[in-house]
T-cell receptor, first 111, second 115 residues
């Protein structure tokens, strides 16, 4: 079993919809949780970062961490065609630089 | 603005060839990483380096080696390329200290095809 599970999609939604992207994990030692966005033919770039539990909001994006359920989510409000990309979750322990990655979910926003 | 550059965007090599992938970062980061990315598998760590001349194996080091002679440059070497090494290769760097949990900054990737 992988340490981090993420549905690869693709997830196709109409423009303006609320998008929910999720990852589950098995290692309770993870403390840092990140969402990266990767456009086609580009490298991933950090979108959201959360330490430990709770919510974090940045514009149309909200990241949630539920450590009791070992579950993290990324919500996108008022989705735009420019949000079409692959979204990767990543996480790590406090004592280790190494990130553990989900497989990535391909998101398609239809105009 | 952090910049990570990779020597080639696309590369085609033959089985058995020795292949060099170069990565350069301009932000004086201590950590550098090489990943490969395959559909459905996400990013898998091949090697990382936390200082000049230092290296650590990642999850899938077999068939690869690395070199870090200067802080800004991290090279990935495929000693004898095989078809199962056809993949997207991504280089990343990160600082040791940082408020973002050591955000990793990525290059654009090299798509390697081994025939």
């Amino acid at each position: 079993q992988k340490e981090v599970e993420q549905d690869p999609g693709p997830l196709s939604v109409p423009e303006g919809a609320i998008v929910s992207l999720n990852c589950t994990y098995s290692n309770s030692a993870f403390q840092y949780f990140m969402w990266y966005r990767q456009y086609s033919r580009k490298g991933p770039e950090l979108l959201m970062y959360t330490y430990s539990s709770g919510n974090k909001e940045d514009g149309r994006f909200t990241a949630q961490v539920d450590k009791s359920s070992k579950y993290i989510s990324l919500f996108i409000r008022d989705s735009q065609p420019s949000d079409s990309a692959t979204y990767l979750c990543a996480m790590r322990r406090s004592s280790n630089y190494q990130l553990i990655w989900g497989a990535g979910t391909k998101l398609i926003i239809k105009p | 603005d952090v910049k990570v550059t990779q020597s080639s965007r696309y590369l085609v090599k033959r089985t058995g060839e020795k292949v060099f992938l170069e990565c350069v970062q301009d932000m004086d980061h201590e950590n550098m990483f090489w990943y490969r990315q395959d559909p459905g598998l996400g990013l898998r760590l091949i090697y990382f380096s936390y200082d000049v001349k230092m290296k650590e194996k990642g999850d899938i080091p077999e068939g690869y080696s690395v070199s870090r002679e200067k802080k800004e440059r991290f090279s990935l070497i495929l000693e004898s390329a095989s078809t199962n090494q056809t993949s997207m290769y991504l280089c990343a760097s990160s600082p040791i200290q940082g408020g973002l949990g050591n955000e990793q900054f990525f290059g654009p990737g090299t798509r390697l095809t081994v025939l």
